[in-house]
C-alpha cells in the first residue's frame, strides 16, 4: 500500500494486520500485535485474550491482511490495559478512540480500536495520548467478521492446518529465516520505543506545534518609534512534537519585554521536549551595558524639559526553563535601561551595567494563552555611570554615586474566538526609585507607572491580517530633588500594522 493510499484511509478504515507467530515445533499464535519489547511481543489473540511470546521462541512469522475485524470480543486484562490509549485528533473535545498502536508505515502510525476499527494517523493530526481508563472486562467491537486464515505449505514452513478455499486468505507475508525474524521484530521494537517517545511529548507539548506556524511579513505604523522604520519579519520552522522555533527581526513588539512600543530588535523562541528558550535583543543597543538610547539622541537631540520624563529600553532579554503540557516556567535575567529627565538637571542615564532577574509563567490552551512576567531591578554606582559624558570640564570623574530600584510585573492574555480572529491584552505595572547625591544638583524621584496595552487582528482570506494596536500610559512622578514636584499624566497612542502571511 502506498503511503498516499494510507493517508487516504486517514481517520478509520476496517483492514487489519494479523500476525502469526510459530515456533521451533510449529506451534503458532494468531492476533493482532499490540507491542514488541527487547524480549517479548505482546498480542491479543482471535479468542480476544491478551498473549505474550518471548521472542527468542519465534522462529517464523506469517502475516495476514484481513478486510474486517476478526475479533468478536477483547478481554481488558490488566496487562491489556497497559497498552490502551485514548487518542485525540484534530479538534475532537473528547478522545476520538481507544486502542493501540498495531503497526507503523513510514512516519504514520496505525491503530486499532475497541470498536474493530484502524485508524491511520500522521503525527501532525494527533492531539493528545493520554492512558485509557476504559472500564468493564470486555470490549465487544461493533463490527467483526470470522477470518478463515490459509497457510500453504509451499509458502509457509509450518503450513497446513486445512484446505485452501475461495474464502480463505493467504498471507501477504512469511518470514521463516532466524535471522529475518530477528531483524523484522528488531525494527518493530525501535518503532514502538519511537512512538512511546512520542507519546511522551504529547505530554510536554501544548499542542503539536506551539508556535504560530505562518510567515509573516509585516508593515508597521507606531507613533511611539523614534525615527520610522515600518518593517518585521516572523517566521518559524520545526516538526510537530519535536524541536520548533520561532524568529522575529525588524520594528517589532514583543509580549515578553517590559514596554509596549515596537523596538528594532531580534527575537528567537525556542522549544524542545521540555526545554524552552527565548531571546530578544535591541539591534539597536546591544551588547549588555550599551546606551540604549545613543541611537535616538544621534538623530534628534533632548530638549529641556518642564516637568519629569522617564523613558525606558533594554539591551536583551534572555529566558531559559521548562514546561509540562499547557503550563510553562522560565527565568533568566534582563538588561533593561532607564533615562531620567528632571527640570534643571543633566540627564540621568541608567544603562544595563547588572542584570535584572526575570521570571515568567505562561499557560497555552487551545484558543487562550496568559503570561506573567517579574522584572528586579537594584543597581548603583558612581555618577559617572549615569551622567556619561554629560559632565564637561576636566578628567576627573563627578563625585558622587546613585541608587536605582525598580519592580515590574507585567500579566498578558491572547485570546483566539474564532480561526481568523485574535483578541491581545496586557497590563505593565511598575515603581521604582532613584536618588543620587552628584555634587553639582542631586536628583531624587519616585515614579508609578501602568500601561495596559490592546490589540485586535482579523485575518482576511489566508494571505492578509489587519491588526489595530491602542495603548494607554499612566504616569505619575513625584520629585523631591533639585526642587519638590509631582507630575501625573494620561497619555492614549493609536497604531496598527498590515501583515502578508505566507
Request: with cysteine; glycine share 8%; aromatic share 10%.
Amino acid at each position: 500500500m502506498t503511503v498516499a493510499a494510507l493517508a487516504a484511509t486517514s481517520s478509520s478504515g476496517n483492514a487489519t494486520d494479523l500476525h502469526t507467530l510459530f515456533d521451533a515445533r510449529c506451534r503458532r499464535t494468531t492476533g493482532i500485535l499490540v507491542h514488541v519489547g527487547a524480549e517479548t511481543v505482546a498480542m491479543v489473540d482471535l479468542d480476544g485474550a491478551f498473549v505474550l511470546r518471548r521472542r527468542d521462541e519465534i522462529a517464523g512469522i506469517a502475516v495476514h491482511k484481513t478486510l474486517e475485524n476478526p475479533l468478536a470480543q477483547i478481554a481488558l486484562s490488566d496487562p491489556l490495559r497497559d497498552h490502551l490509549r485514548d487518542v485525540w485528533v484534530g479538534d475532537d473535545a473528547q478522545p476520538t478512540f481507544t486502542g493501540w498502536t498495531t503497526a507503523f508505515f513510514d512516519d504514520l502510525f496505525l491503530y486499532f480500536d475497541l470498536d474493530g476499527q484502524t485508524h491511520v494517523l500522521d503525527p501532525e493530526e494527533i492531539r493528545r495520548i493520554r492512558r485509557s481508563e476504559v472500564a468493564g472486562p470486555a470490549a465487544r467491537p461493533r463490527t467483526h467478521a470470522p477470518v478463515q486464515l490459509a497457510f500453504p505449505t509451499e509458502v509457509v514452513p509450518c503450513g497446513g492446518g486445512g484446505a485452501v478455499t475461495a474464502d480463505s486468505v493467504l498471507p501477504s507475508r512469511v518470514i521463516a529465516d532466524r535471522i529475518k525474524v530477528g531483524d523484522y521484530l528488531g525494527k518493530l521494537e525501535q518503532r514502538y520505543l519511537a512512538q512511546a517517545g512520542f507519546e511522551e511529548r504529547t505530554w510536554v507539548y501544548a499542542e503539536p506545534f506551539v508556535f504560530d506556524p505562518q510567515n509573516r511579513l509585516g508593515l508597521l505604523y507606531d507613533p511611539e518609534w523614534p525615527f520610522a522604520f515600518p518593517l518585521y519579519f516572523r517566521w518559524s520552522n520545526g516538526r510537530p512534537y519535536r524541536f520548533q522555533s520561532l524568529s522575529a527581526v525588524g520594528n517589532a513588539t514583543h509580549e515578553w519585554l517590559p514596554i509596549l512600543a515596537p523596538t528594532i530588535s531580534a527575537r528567537s523562541d525556542i522549544k524542545s521536549h521540555f526545554f524552552n528558550a527565548t531571546f530578544v535583543g535591541n539591534l539597536l543597543g546591544l551588547p549588555a551595558g550599551t546606551d540604549a538610547f545613543a541611537f535616538e539622541e544621534a538623530i534628534s537631540e533632548l530638549e529641556p524639559v518642564t516637568g519629569p520624563v522617564v523613558d525606558h529600553s533594554y539591551n536583551y532579554l534572555l529566558l531559559m526553563g521548562a514546561d509540562f503540557w499547557r503550563l510553562s516556567a522560565s527565568a533568566g535575567a534582563s538588561y533593561l535601561a532607564t533615562r531620567i529627565q528632571v527640570p534643571e538637571s543633566l540627564p540621568r542615564k541608567v544603562l544595563a551595567n547588572s542584570l535584572s532577574p526575570t521570571a515568567r509563567l505562561r499557560y497555552q490552551g487551545r484558543a487562550l494563552a496568559l503570561r506573567a512576567l517579574y522584572y528586579r531591578t537594584r543597581t548603583s554606582g558612581p555618577m559617572a555611570d549615569v551622567l556619561g559624558d554629560e559632565v564637561d570640564g576636566g578628567a576627573e570623574d563627578p563625585l558622587g554615586g546613585y541608587h536605582w530600584r525598580k519592580d515590574t510585573v507585567r500579566l498578558g492574555a491572547t485570546w483566539r474566538p474564532a480561526e481568523t480572529i485574535e483578541l491581545i491584552a496586557d497590563q505593565i505595572a511598575s515603581r521604582a526609585a532613584y536618588r543620587d547625591d552628584f555634587d553639582q544638583g542631586p536628583v531624587a524621584l519616585t515614579m508609578w507607572e501602568l500601561a495596559t496595552g490592546g490589540e485586535v487582528a482579523v485575518s482576511f482570506g489566508r494571505y492578509v491580517t489587519v491588526r489595530g494596536v491602542a495603548r494607554l500610559y499612566l504616569n505619575r512622578y513625584r520629585v523631591t530633588r533639585p526642587a519638590p514636584d509631582e507630575d501625573s499624566s494620561i497619555t492614549p497612542r493609536f497604531g496598527g500594522a498590515l501583515e502578508f502571511v505566507f
